[in-house]
């Protein structure tokens, strides 16, 4: 199979390959990403954030929400 053919199945599945998250130098990421690292449904992360009960708050980055990284190590204890 050709490299192209490759990257063909991995863009048609539309699943995202996330680093780990040891690795991960943005200060924040957006919704998906953490629920993922959670092992959540985005719209779980969304209800935290509307009622403000989850173990991560968000803050708000152009009318969208972002998560802080350090948040997330803390939460899970990744260092």
Known sequence: MSVEN???ILNSSNQQIYPPLESV???VLDTA???YYLNRKQQTLRRWATYQDGPLNPIRVGGRLAW???DLRRVLGVD
């Open 6 to 8: 490759t990257a063909k």
């Open 25 to 27: 130098t943005r200060p």
């Open 33 to 35: 990403t953490v629920a």
């Open 68 to 70: 802080k990284t350090s």
